[in-house]
């Protein structure tokens, strides 16, 4: 199971694919109940845990759980990582890409998805930051 998730904990038996430097990550989990542990290990600590679901961040319920899918579908414009190599392929994924350079040199990279599998992007080494949405559903 792939979800976007801040724990404020180092997950135990989910994997980090990728780690924001504000406390977001995008974790492989072996299934919902390895999740719901991570959650209630991060809850044991005082942090208040956080989920990317439909378009914003929820705190997790148990009726949260019920409705979690194995994948996280993308809708909508968000800030991507990626490299300059891939944005070919971001541009097959994407129906709009904008870049803009920042005063360090880097490009924000900007794509908009209509119903895109993260895991497909994630695969291909673009990893899509829905916790930083910058646009409403296209």
Aim: charged share 25%.
């Amino acid at each position: 199971m792939l979800i976007a998730a801040m724990l404020g904990i180092k997950p135990a038996e989910c994997r980090i694919l990728y780690a924001d430097t504000d406390g977001w990550s995008w974790l492989e989990c072996p299934g919902k109940d390895a999740f719901a542990r991570e959650v209630a290990r991060s809850l044991r600590t005082g942090f208040k845990p956080l989920i990317y679901f439909s378009g914003k961040a929820v705190s997790p319920s148990i009726e949260l759980f019920k409705t979690l899918d194995e994948s996280v579908i993308l809708n909508g414009c968000f800030q991507v990582e990626t490299s300059v190599d891939k944005l070919e392929v971001l541009s097959k994924l994407a129906h709009r890409i904008a870049m803009k350079k920042t005063m360090e040199g880097d490009y924000l990279v900007t794509a908009c998805f209509q119903r895109v599998d993260a895991t497909v992007l994630l695969e291909q080494g673009i990893v899509p930051l829905p916790w930083k949405h910058v646009g409403k559903k296209q």
